[in-house]
T-cell receptor
Framework: DAGVTQSPTHLIKTRGQHVTLRCSPI?????VSWYQQVLGQGPQFIFQ???????GRGNFPDRFSARQFPNYSSELNVNALLLGDSALYLC??????????FGNGTRLTVT | GENVEQHPSTLSVQEGDSAVIKCTYS??????FPWYKQELGKGPQLIID?????GEKKDQRIAVTLNKTAKHFSLHITETQPEDSAVYFC?????????????????FGQGTILTVHP
């Protein structure tokens, strides 16, 4: 079975630019969550979407936004990139009341 | 919000020894506690989880114990092998279960780098 897939795997952007990260959940999973993992730290929650509605938002600025599509795939958008946005961005999916399954992430480098 | 503390930050053991990683949490309403293993270049992989209605759960060489009164839970790995070397994270959900979606919002510990020497 295919796991959570994320694209692209690596990305290099310049300060001030915009980036879109994509995630396809495990088949049948309707909940998608996004996390940011800075090197040497645990993942930090950004958003959760369930049935195309936002169900939770972490302590991130409005430059971060996301959406979920009818096929349950999701996009994370970050505007006006800062150097501090450099991180591994993880997507995770789940059934209702079930454990999160993570993808391998998108490594974003902002120069 | 939930606060999760994890110790130790690094752990070095000889192959065959046991390894124990401990976490504490702050929100007494938390009812689900997963452990993830992250290898270099990969996303976190769920290795075991426990819900608050049980005190211990085992899966082959891995076990998790939960003390709700003290608000701490621990990961135990027995007969460690070099392939157990990785970063391990504990986590807890934010607040009480709200329509079954709170499992998607986890607060993670800072991670433990486990090294198993052959």
């Amino acid at each position: 079975d295919a796991g959570v897939t994320q694209s692209p795997t690596h990305l290099i952007k310049t300060r001030g630019q915009h980036v879109t990260l994509r995630c396809s959940p495990i088949s049948g999973h309707k909940s998608v969550s996004w996390y940011q993992q800075v090197l040497g730290q645990g993942p930090q929650f950004i958003f959760q979407y369930y049935e195309k509605e936002e169900r939770g938002r972490g302590n991130f600025p409005d430059r971060f936004s996301a959406r979920q599509f009818p096929n349950y795939s999701s996009e994370l958008n970050v505007n006006a990139l800062l150097l501090g946005d450099s991180a591994l961005y993880l997507c995770a999916s789940s059934y209702l009341n079930s454990p999160l399954h993570f993808g391998n992430g998108t490594r974003l480098t902002v120069t | 919000g939930e606060n999760v503390e994890q110790h130790p930050s690094t752990l070095s053991v000889q192959e065959g020894d046991s390894a124990v990683i401990k976490c504490t949490y702050s929100d007494s309403a938390s009812n689900y506690f997963p452990w993830y293993k992250q290898e270099l270049g990969k996303g976190p992989q769920l290795i075991i989880d426990i819900r608050s209605n049980v005190g211990e759960k085992k899966d082959q060489r891995i076990a998790v114990t939960l003390n709700k009164t003290a608000k701490h839970f621990s990961l135990h790995i027995t007969e460690t092998q070099p392939e157990d070397s990785a970063v391990y994270f504990c986590a807890a959900p934010e607040g009480a279960n709200a329509g079954g979606t709170s499992y998607g919002k986890l607060t993670f510990g800072q991670g433990t780098i486990l090294t198993v020497h052959p």
